[in-house]
């Protein structure tokens, strides 16, 4: 099994079984020269072996593949290489999408429309050790959040470290409210563990609004 280099630019496995993809990915980090692209893959099955031979620093992983979703396949991949950060590259702009995502293992999430500047923003984000989430996903979701008011609410004092105590007590509402209004938003959002969930809150800009009782009963 080949290791990568410690130390020097981290290193990069496109997986994409559109070949004008991979020929761009490729041109955009060599014009930028801080990654090293070292292999590719064109389906799910190739992309196993791929991260298992280089053990890149970074897969760069598009979601939809000839011989499955490749989200299904990421305990396998990151099984293969528990240390390669994945950003998933899609078309897929719906917020749930991308919960599912991060909950599966993902790192990042861009958009295949994505310009040079926001794709090499989102590899140098994730080799840092942080995640990302495309602008745009964000921003097209505050207008259609499949969460009502009172979820929204709850996921927000969720996401500050609020026990169903104390959001039961913020929001004057029973801790068996809080405790349903918890399933539901795991539910809709297809997201059980409370990282994921915060990394939603942020990106929806839920962490920057002002708090407040909502206003439907329960």
Do not use: W
């Not at 079984?17 to 692209?37: K, N, P, Q, W």
């Amino acid at each position: 099994m080949e290791e990568r280099p410690r130390g020097g630019r981290p290193t990069v496995v496109v997986a994409d079984d559109h070949t004008v993809v991979r020929v761009g990915v490729r041109l955009i980090l060599a014009s930028d020269d801080a990654f090293e692209v070292v292999g590719e893959a064109t389906d799910v099955a190739s992309t196993i072996r791929a991260v298992e031979t280089h053990r890149p620093s970074i897969l760069l992983l598009d979601l939809h593949m000839p011989d499955g979703l490749s989200l299904d396949a990421l305990p396998a991949i990151l099984s293969a290489s528990p240390e390669t950060r994945v950003v998933a590259l899609t078309m897929q702009e719906g917020p749930g999408f991308a919960a599912r995502a991060f909950s599966a293992g993902a790192h990042g999430y861009v958009l295949k429309e994505a310009v040079e500047t926001e794709l090499l923003s989102a590899l140098q984000t994730v080799a840092a050790g942080r995640k990302f989430l495309d602008p745009r996903v964000g921003a097209a979701a505050v207008s259609d959040l499949p969460l009502s008011e009172r979820e929204q609410a709850v996921l927000r004092l969720l996401a500050l470290g609020s026990t169903n105590a104390q959001i039961a007590q913020r929001l004057s509402f029973s801790e068996r409210t809080i405790e349903a209004c918890r399933a539901q938003i795991r539910q809709k959002l297809g997201v059980s563990d409370r990282a994921t969930l915060t990394e939603y809150a942020h990106s929806h800009g839920l962490l920057e609004r002002p708090p407040r009782r909502p206003s439907e009963t329960p």
